[in-house]
């Protein structure tokens, strides 16, 4: 059971947007710790997708967007691709645990 | 170009100790705190916990801690994490990743290390 929350699966046909939530608490995203998500491309290790909330690394295309309202963010990823087919994780800081805590991931299927 | 490179694949025996690594390049590895996390087969990622290998200032997760043990080498900007019981449950691939505060973002990671532990 993980701290927060993420939706098991999503899936969408090509152009279209879709969005990936993650549910915490008032003890990690309520308490206003940064949210990360990371894609996790099959075989290979976790990308930093989006960084304090909604700021993007460099190289991370613009389809890609992060938002948060109280205990809750979501991932939105616009005009979807085949390429795009990934884990998605959500993470932030967790005051009560003292580290950090992650989402169970969300399986996204282009279709 | 920052680069952390894991140590390779592991298949280890029930009851079996192992250190396995991460060496950090391209940066000023005490500058920046390492984390390491777990991937169990098939399923979703659990942060074990970090090191600042400037003053190694630990912090673990309570799900592990006392069971594993991290650790850092700055002379040679490496980072380990250690188990001296293996048990099945083991059984996952590491990854190791850089982060700039605690509760931020881990921008860099390791290509992770599988280890496998059987009976």
């Known amino acids: 059971q993980s701290v927060l929350t993420q939706p098991p699966s999503v899936s969408g046909a090509p152009g279209q947007r879709v969005t990936i939530s993650c549910t915490g608490s008032s003890s990690n995203i309520g308490a206003r710790y940064d949210v990360q998500w990371y894609q996790q491309l099959p075989g290979t290790a976790p990308k930093l997708l989006i960084s304090?909330?909604?700021s993007r690394p460099s190289g991370v295309p613009d389809r890609f967007s992060g938002s948060k309202s109280g205990t809750s963010a979501s991932l939105a990823i616009t005009g979807l691709q085949a390429e795009d087919e990934a884990d998605y994780y959500c993470q932030s800081y967790d005051s009560s645990l003292s580290g950090w805590v992650f989402g169970g991931g969300t399986r996204l299927t282009v279709l | 170009e920052v680069q952390l490179v894991q140590s390779g694949a592991e298949v280890k025996k029930l009851g079996e100790s192992l250190k396995i690594s991460c060496k950090g390049s391209g940066y000023s590895f005490t500058t920046y705190w390492i984390a390491w996390v777990r991937q169990m087969p098939g399923k979703g990622l659990e942060w074990m916990g970090i090191?600042?290998?400037?003053?190694?200032?630990?912090r673990y997760s309570p799900s592990f801690q006392g069971q594993v043990t991290i650790s850092a080498d700055k002379s040679i900007s490496t980072a380990y994490l250690q188990w001296l019981d293996l048990k099945a449950s083991d059984t996952a691939m590491y990854y190791c990743?850089?982060?700039?505060?605690?509760?931020?973002?881990?921008?860099?990671w390791g290509q992770g290390t599988l280890v496998t532990v059987s009976s």
């Open positions: 990743a850089r982060q700039v505060i605690v509760a931020g973002a881990a921008d860099f």
């Open positions: 304090g909330i909604s």
């Open positions: 090191i600042y290998p400037g003053d190694s200032d630990i």
